[in-house]
């Protein structure tokens, strides 16, 4: 593949203590992107923040509030992983599409054009930077405006199930699966709004466990038992 969306999930990040950074699970979820970065995929990453905020309306706080909280997490975690990256020799860049001083870069298309091309590895964060999406609908917007070849979703779950496998034990996992039934079945591969778009855009997507041994590497090599 020449060039990829890698979506993390922020949890995914944390390990088995589920909330903040879990430094064994990044270095080995960056010596993946070493690994394919210098096979020449040219590797783009969304992180989710769920490891430590999920946007939420209560009476002290208002979603849009709460949204912006959500949206900083994911810049904690690119900053984390980017800098994890970096100890692993890889050069790296933060985007996001609000300023954050001198932490990030403002998201443009030329601007990540020029870091791809300088064989960087790019960070988008801070979502959509609107309140009311989710970082999966970042991934997908941000897959098509990078021309993708596809969008590789490294999940807790090791793909795209007819029902809850946490809940449902014969749960049955789809080998391939199109965007129309993820959508038709409502099936929890990503939210509503990011199927949608994928559909609209005709955008690939590998949906896969990141506890699995070099998930990553496999889905990129084409060697790969999660849902297509
Ligand atoms: N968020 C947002 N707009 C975006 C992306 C994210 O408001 O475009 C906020 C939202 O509050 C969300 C939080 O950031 O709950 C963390 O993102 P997400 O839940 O997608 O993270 P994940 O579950 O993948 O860790």
Redesign the pocket.
């Known amino acids: 593949m020449k060039r990829i969306l890698l ?6 990040l944390a390990g088995a203590k589920k909330t903040g950074f879990d430094e064994e699970t990044v270095i080995a979820v960056s010596r993946q992107i070493r690994t394919i970065a210098e096979e020449g995929t040219q590797v783009g990453i969304v ?10 309306t209560s009476e002290t706080i208002n ?1 849009n509030k ?6 900083l ?2 810049v904690m975690n690119c900053i984390y992983v980017s800098d994890i990256c970096r100890y692993l020799g890889l050069e790296t860049e933060i985007f996001t599409p609000f300023v954050c001083g001198a932490f990030t870069k403002l998201y443009s298309k030329d601007t990540v054009e020029e870091a791809f091309k300088a064989g960087k590895i790019l960070f988008f964060a ?13 991934t997908v917007l941000r897959a098509v405006e990078i021309e993708a070849e596809a969008i590789l979703l490294a999940k807790a779950v090791d793909g795209i199930y007819d029902s809850d496998p946490k809940v449902n034990p014969e749960a049955v996992k789809y080998d391939e699966i199109s965007i129309e039934e993820v959508v038709d079945k409502k099936l929890a591969a990503m ?1 509503l709004t990011a199927s949608i778009m994928c559909l609209e855009q005709k955008m690939p997507m590998l949906v896969f466990g990141l506890e699995e041994e070099n998930s990553i590497v496999n889905a990129v090599h084409g060697k790969f038992s999660g849902t297509k």
């Open positions: 979506k993390l999930s922020g949890e995914a992180i989710g923040g769920g490891n430590f905020w999920r946007g939420r979603r709460a949204d912006q909280i959500g949206m997490a994911t801070g979502g959509t930077g609107h309140p009311y999406f989710s970082t999966d609908t970042a939210d």
